[in-house]
Every structure is written in structure tokens, then in C-alpha cells.
Nanobody
């Protein structure tokens, strides 16, 4: 299984970005996909996740501003980020994994910079 992210960039405070993630390979046992972020000098943190039944989970600081959703193709997820703040600046990573541990795969990351 491989994971590829896209859609990062530079945006002004209050702006929006949409990140895309595509997982490929043997995805029959895929259980959960999530977006994580890591800012310089900080630990990687879960931003949003979605499981196969559609249940979502969000970091408190992004609730109401970010939305995770699935695409039509299996293994595709998006992160719509609105009302972006400078503190959202980080490298954003997509993750695809199974509960059984069959695989736990990370993308290469995409930089999001919120600055005026």
C-alpha cells in the first residue's frame, strides 16, 4: 500500500486549502484514514480521521474549521481547511492503516503555511 498527498501551499490567515490523499495497492482491509500534522519542534498530532463506517474524529482546535471526507474511489480522502490560522502551519501527513496491523502507511507529507 502506498499513500500520496497533495494540495499544500501558502495561504493568508482566514483562507482555505484542500488537501487530497490517495492510497493505492491492496486496500480490502483498510479500516481508517487520517490526517496528521507536525510543526517544527512539536510532536506529530492527529488532525482528523475517518473510518470505514464514516465516523469522523477531529482535533479540538480544528473543529468547525476542518472537514475530512472520502472520495468516490476507495482509499481517497480529503481535508478541507477553512478559516486557517498561523498556528495551522505544519507539514500535513496522510495515514492509512488497518486495526489488525496488516499495514500502517504514511505519505511523504505536504507543507501548509499560513502567513500574511
Amino acid at each position: 500500500v502506498q499513500v500520496v498527498e497533495s494540495g499544500g501551499g501558502l495561504v493568508q490567515p482566514g483562507g482555505s486549502l484542500r488537501l487530497s490523499c490517495a492510497a493505492s495497492g491492496s486496500l480490502n482491509s483498510l479500516d481508517i484514514m487520517g490526517w496528521y500534522r507536525q510543526a517544527p519542534g512539536k510532536q506529530r498530532e492527529l488532525v482528523a480521521a475517518i473510518i470505514t463506517d464514516g465516523t469522523t474524529n477531529y482535533l479540538d482546535s480544528v473543529k468547525g474549521r476542518f472537514t475530512i471526507s472520502r472520495g468516490n474511489a476507495r482509499g481517497t480522502v480529503y481535508l478541507q481547511m477553512n478559516s486557517l490560522k498561523p498556528e495551522d502551519t505544519a507539514v500535513y501527513y496522510c495515514n492509512a492503516r488497518t486495526y489488525s496491523g496488516t499495514y500502517d502507511v504514511w505519505g511523504q507529507g505536504t507543507q501548509v503555511t499560513v502567513s500574511s
